[in-house]
């Protein structure tokens, strides 16, 4: 009777040791488990495939460039009651800003007119439209200056910014503004021609670079009236 009970004992004790191991490991298996990430906008590490790489990232930052805000364009109609020169940037040699009146303005014996050549667009890239036109002085004897004339669009309003003289009697035929740009076609004279003859048709780039606005170029072919 007592050598059946001590293995049936013996047998009662290796199960009981093998369900306490069974537990353990089960319980070790849940404990070593990752935790995941719960900080909101992170990538818990235990539910990222690893396939996929690193995580995504959006790369694009926001505009921070404030949008231009959206002014009147100038018209060529705008310059005829326009003030010419300033204190700092002086139209010929007159001291004092000239204010045209319906495009014209007389003092002292001479008459500065506003002429028909004149151009809008966009001159400094604030993407506002400007206005280059033409004016011509006659000072009361033979001479007739011509000069280019720029005006910046402030507000919707022409203010002047500088002037480019181009010659006595060389008419300018037309103007024409892109990429910032002012291309100018005028009739000018070779050196050593007389004052009366024109026998070159010059068309020169201008751009305007702080207060000046000089040609960059030019190309000239004969003119014959």
Excluded at 162 to 186: K, L, M, N, W
Excluded at 194 to 201: F, N, Q, S, T, V
Aim: aromatic letters at 4%; proline letters at 7%.
């Amino acid at each position: 009777m007592r050598r059946s009970v001590v293995p049936v004992v013996a047998l009662l004790m290796v199960c009981v040791l093998a369900a306490c191991g069974g537990s353990g490991k089960k319980k070790r298996s849940r404990d070593a488990r990752p935790t995941t990430a719960t900080t909101a906008g992170k990538v818990a590490p235990a539910d990222r495939d690893e396939d996929a790489g690193p995580a995504r990232v959006d790369a694009s930052p926001s505009s921070t460039r404030t949008p231009r805000r959206k002014v009147r364009a100038l018209t060529c109609a705008d310059l005829r009651d326009a003030e010419l020169g300033s204190s700092g940037v002086r139209y010929r040699d007159y001291p004092n800003p000239l204010r045209l009146r319906d495009g014209r303005w007389t003092g002292n014996g001479a008459t500065v007119l506003l002429q028909k050549p004149c151009a809008t667009g966009d001159l400094d890239g604030d993407g506002a439209v400007d206005a280059v036109g033409t004016v011509m002085l006659d000072s009361g004897g033979s001479g007739r200056f011509w000069s280019l004339v720029v005006w910046r669009n402030v507000d919707g309003r022409p203010r002047y910014v500088t002037v480019t003289d181009v010659g006595d009697r060389t008419p300018v035929q037309s103007i024409r503004i892109a990429d910032q740009r002012a291309t100018v076609v005028q009739l000018t004279r070779s050196p050593g021609a007389a004052m009366a003859e024109l026998d070159l048709r010059r068309t020169a780039v201008h751009r305007l670079t702080g207060v000046r606005f000089p040609a960059i170029s030019h190309t000239d072919v004969p003119y014959t009236p």
